[in-house]
């Protein structure tokens, strides 16, 4: 079993920033792709940044020059600094990754984190 905890949420100013972590942990051989979505108040659940095990980033438009997404890959932890916070950033932040399990048979599956509440105050 693998697990995904995510911190640093919280309620911040317009213009404020916030870092959020997600540390992976488990029957863990290696981890692929980790990425960050999010869901705000009736909207559906949309990607903000992915980070592949080669370092390369990717970023939704809307967050693309104040989001920037990074990896620990000896902690098997995802950061993604947020600054320039706005009211639209709004929302339940998600970690995602991509699992190579350890043990026998190298199974590959995608887990998720319970999500930390971003909210951006005008």
């Known amino acids: 079993q693998v697990q995904l905890v995510e911190s640093g949420g919280g309620l911040v100013q317009a213009g404020g920033s916030l870092r959020l972590s997600c540390a992976a942990s488990g029957r863990i051989f290696s981890i692929n792709v980790m990425a960050w979505y999010r869901q705000g108040p009736g909207k559906e659940r949309e990607v903000v940044a992915s980070i592949p095990s080669d370092g390369s980033t990717n970023y939704a438009d809307s967050v693309k020059d104040r989001f920037t997404i990074s990896r620990d890959n000896a902690k098997n932890t995802a950061y993604l600094q947020m600054n320039n916070l706005q009211p639209e950033d709004t929302a339940v932040y998600y970690c995602?990754?991509?699992?190579?399990?350890?043990?026998?048979?190298?199974?590959?599956?995608?887990?998720w984190g319970q999500g930390t509440q971003v909210t951006v105050s005008s």
């Open positions: 995602n990754a991509e699992v190579i399990s350890a043990g026998f048979g190298r199974s590959k599956r995608s887990y």
